[in-house]
């Protein structure tokens, strides 16, 4: 069986560096979560989520879009260009 690459070496070698990338991103995020500041508060995220959202209509903060995540009465000024 012949077997050939499709790709250039440069985009096996930027995928190879993006999966290199995430494996890397993969290991810091099982890091956190494992670190013991993140397992002393996970017990009471439910507390912080109910507080951060009292908070935010205290301060009023309006609620997060739904749908398409984007607010159809937004308008937005142009900078200078």
Known sequence: MLRF?????????KRADHDAQI???E????????SAL???LIPDV????????EYSIVAGVPK???G???CRRAKFERGPS
Request: aromatic content about 2%.
């Open 27 to 34: 290991n810091r995020i099982e890091q956190i979560h494992n």
């Open 23 to 25: 494996v890397a991103l």
């Open 5 to 13: 690459t499709l790709a250039p070496a440069s985009e096996v070698q």
């Open 68 to 70: 398409r995540g984007v």
């Open 46 to 53: 439910d507390k912080y989520l109910v507080a951060a959202r």
């Open 64 to 66: 997060p879009a739904r």
């Open 38 to 40: 993140s397992q002393k």
